[in-house]
């Protein structure tokens, strides 16, 4: 059951490439935001991918918004690199997360968005979701929205 209660201005759901991406952007725009996680750590499907995978997008065409790869780096980062620049890419940019909290539902309210982890009430003025997302309260399908 849901029981703590967190406020934030703007919800990112997922840090993955995309959420990163986006919460990057909002701070970039001083609009501080908090990236919820389900999972321990960022970039959790590249961590998951097989060892050997690469890149096949080359870097110049695959960085992130004002934070490109190492110059070190071949033109076709391995997982292993990838996950490293998304690691460095949140350290860069400061961007706030909270790990272990799996998003399972996002209702609309008169202020913004009450958005539930299985053990967080999370409220925000707008509501990121780049990620697959569950269903809203009213059964539509929850996407990328602003207050
Ligand atoms: C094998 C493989 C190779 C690829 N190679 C390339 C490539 O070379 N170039 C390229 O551009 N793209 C490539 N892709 C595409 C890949 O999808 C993207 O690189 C990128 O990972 C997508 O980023 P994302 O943030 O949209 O999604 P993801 O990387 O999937 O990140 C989503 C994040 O959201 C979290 N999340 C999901 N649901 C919830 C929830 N309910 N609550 C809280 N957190 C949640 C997940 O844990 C995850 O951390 C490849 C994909 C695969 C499978």
């Known amino acids: 059951m849901s029981s703590a209660v967190q ?3 703007v919800i990112v759901v997922g840090a993955g490439p995309a959420g990163l991406a986006m919460a990057a952007c909002l701070q970039k725009e001083k609009l501080p935001c908090i990236v919820l996680e389900q999972h321990d750590h960022v970039g959790s499907s590249w961590v998951g991918h097989y060892h050997r995978l690469h890149l096949h997008t080359d870097k110049a065409h695959s960085a992130l918004p004002f934070f490109d790869f190492p110059k070190s780096y071949p033109r076709y980062p391995s997982r292993q690199q990838v996950v490293d620049y998304l690691n460095a ?3 860069h940019h400061q961007i706030q997360r909270l790990h272990g909290q799996k998003i399972v ?3 609309r309210t008169e202020e913004g968005w009450e ?3 299985q053990d967080t009430v999370h409220r925000a003025s707008a509501l990121v979701w780049p990620c697959a997302a569950p269903s809203t309260s009213s059964g539509a399908r929850c996407s990328a929205s602003r207050s």
């Open 7 to 9: 406020a934030s201005p």
């Open 89 to 91: 890419y949140t350290r």
């Open 105 to 107: 539902r996002a209702c």
């Open 115 to 117: 958005v539930r982890s």
